[in-house]
């Protein structure tokens, strides 16, 4: 099934020895490939233009780089519909690429997350093509979920579900003999077919995978969506034609089915085989913080992201809610409660805080880009200072904005093209990020970029902002560099919280204060101790002024 484009390499280790739970308080940092850095001028990024950027985030502060996917792919959803999980795709490099990034990431003391997509594959993976090409009774087509159609000719799909980009969550078929015949499930793009997880050949296959990447030296792997895998037995129809409203809200039937507890299980005893505290992170979107705790219990994986906080308005008493209903979730666990502020699905906090609230997590509205930045970076102060795990999506240490105007000529996300679904907004988070002032694409590559960047992206590069004062980048590498010194900052399972205005959330944890004004005007409270960062401008006279959407950190240590 794999089309390898080089040797395998044999594993590297890191430069130091491992830290017992590192992953209970780490800042982990997302990659997305195509727009980090490019290292041949063809306008896409690559992992050799990743590995040339790895001393950048050494000097940030973090401790591991998520790669999103770089696997051998169509790119029908930028990588996420994979035909070869042991193969790079060529636009990113080869295995030596993959390899040498790992090793020289472990040299720098960074750890490396890479994207593992077991719920679908791309209609180009092998077992696929091949159950296309035999026909009805395949055993190819057990392993992935191929049912006749309803209706006198089976014209009609089999059941009501609704795919995530929009229309039918099914595709019928042409058969070899070139009749209509059988229809198969994506939850996702036609070109994403769904596995059958309950073929056993869909597991032998996933952690034959698993053993491929941690043999390659890899230190974990972000499950996409891991609440999918399993579908409830008869895929019974939903009812209703406004599914997507009801994600989040509501366990569907092709989604957080307690059958995929046993899967991770299973992944989680191979894992415990290698050295090295090895993780796995979960992309589970669930109904509630309750339910996402199911997924880090102690023999099934290490942490799950907190999507009900990334869709946090940002107000003082929804933020003390769900800081309050986290922690409290993970603790009878045993897991670290994990904080994310953007990604590569969704609006950038610093333009989803430059509008109202209330427009959920895509927004195709610049707004008011001083509000998001000054909010971005409050935020940014205050999810550091929370128990457990932060994660940073690239380019919002520099306050980057979404980029909104993006002409439909350009658009690549799938979701676009589909009518009945998603807004497809998702580009505007994706724009290759920049470097320098200057040059063809910002620093990006040679060959400028494959989604065009604004022209003002050069004042907001890592070039315009390193070594100034107050500027963003300086502010995140403060931020973590504090995050690192103080020992009563990252990991834990509690805050308590303190007495405090109207619109301003105070917590404390051990030595160590957190001051947050959410709302819109300057407010007089208590200065707890010394000042130790601040993402605006404080005045201390005995008690502090703190600006509107400012964050302080303080100690009286």
């Known amino acids: 099934m794999s089309q390898h484009t080089a040797e395998q390499p044999q594993s590297s280790a890191l430069a130091t020895a491992p830290t017992p739970g590192w992953w209970r308080d780490a800042v982990i940092y997302q990659v997305y490939p195509r727009s980090f850095a490019d290292s041949n001028g063809d306008g896409m990024g690559d992992l050799e233009g990743v590995r040339s950027r790895l001393p950048y985030l050494r000097d940030l502060g973090i401790d591991a780089v998520w790669l999103s996917p770089f696997y ?256 409290d979730s993970m603790r009878p666990v045993g897991a670290p409660a994990t904080w994310v502020l953007s990604n590569h699905d969704v609006t950038r906090h610093a333009t989803r805080f430059a509008n109202p609230p209330g427009l959920g997590t895509q927004i195709r509205l610049a707004g008011d880009r001083e509000l998001g930045l000054r909010r971005a970076r409050a935020a940014t102060l205050l999810m550091l200072a929370l128990p457990g795990s932060a994660y940073i999506y690239q380019g919002e240490e520099l306050g980057l904005p979404d980029v909104v105007d993006l002409p439909d000529e350009v658009r690549q996300d799938p979701a676009y093209f589909r009518g009945a679904g998603q807004d497809g907004f998702r580009d505007g988070c994706r724009v290759p990020i920049p470097w320098t002032r200057a040059g063809s694409s910002y620093g990006f590559g040679e060959g400028g970029s494959w989604l065009p960047q604004p022209a003002e992206w050069g004042e907001l590069s890592v070039e315009a902002q390193t070594g100034v004062p107050g500027s963003t980048l300086e502010l995140y590498r403060s931020a973590l560099a504090v995050r690192r010194e103080q020992p009563d900052l990252g990991a834990g399972d509690s805050v308590t919280w303190l007495d405090a205005p109207a619109g301003v959330l105070a917590f404390r944890r051990g030595d160590f204060f957190c001051t947050a004004n959410t709302t819109g005007e300057t407010v007089r409270v208590p200065a707890p101790g010394r000042v130790l960062l601040a993402s605006g401008d404080v005045t201390v006279d005995g008690e502090a002024e703190l600006p509107a959407d400012t964050t302080v950190w303080w100690t009286i240590g």
Do not use: C
């Open 72 to 327: 051998a792919s169509p790119q029908a959803d930028a990588g996420y519909d994979v035909a070869d999980y042991r193969a790079v795709d060529p636009m990113f490099g080869n295995l030596l690429d993959a390899d040498a990034l790992i090793r020289d990431a472990h040299k720098l003391s960074l750890r490396i997350i890479v994207d593992l997509v077991p719920n679908h594959s791309s209609d180009q993976h092998e077992w696929f093509k091949r159950a296309l090409q035999e026909g009805p009774g395949s055993p190819l087509r057990d392993r992935y979920h191929f049912r006749p159609g309803k209706g006198a000719n089976g014209e009609l799909p089999p059941n009501d579900w609704e795919s995530i980009f929009g229309g039918p969550a099914w595709t019928r078929v042409t058969e070899p003999d070139g009749t209509p015949g059988e229809w198969y499930l994506h939850l996702f793009a036609p070109e994403q077919p769904d596995f059958n997880w309950e073929h056993p050949a869909v597991g032998d296959e996933f952690r034959s995978i698993l053993r491929f990447w941690l043999d390659m030296g890899v230190d974990g792997f972000r499950i996409d969506v891991a609440h999918g895998l399993v579908k409830a037995e008869g895929l019974p129809d939903l009812g209703s034609h406004d599914q997507l409203k009801l994600l989040g809200n509501d366990v569907m039937p092709f989604f957080d089915q307690d059958g995929v507890h046993d899967i991770y299980r299973s992944w989680r005893k191979i894992l415990d085989e290698y050295a090295g505290e090895r993780i796995f992170v979960a992309e589970a979107w669930t109904p509630t913080i309750e339910r996402t705790a199911n997924y880090v219990r102690p023999d099934e994986l290490h942490q799950a992201f907190n999507f009900q906080y990334l869709s946090t308005s940002w107000d003082a008493g929804e933020l003390r809610e769900v800081i309050d209903r986290s922690l």
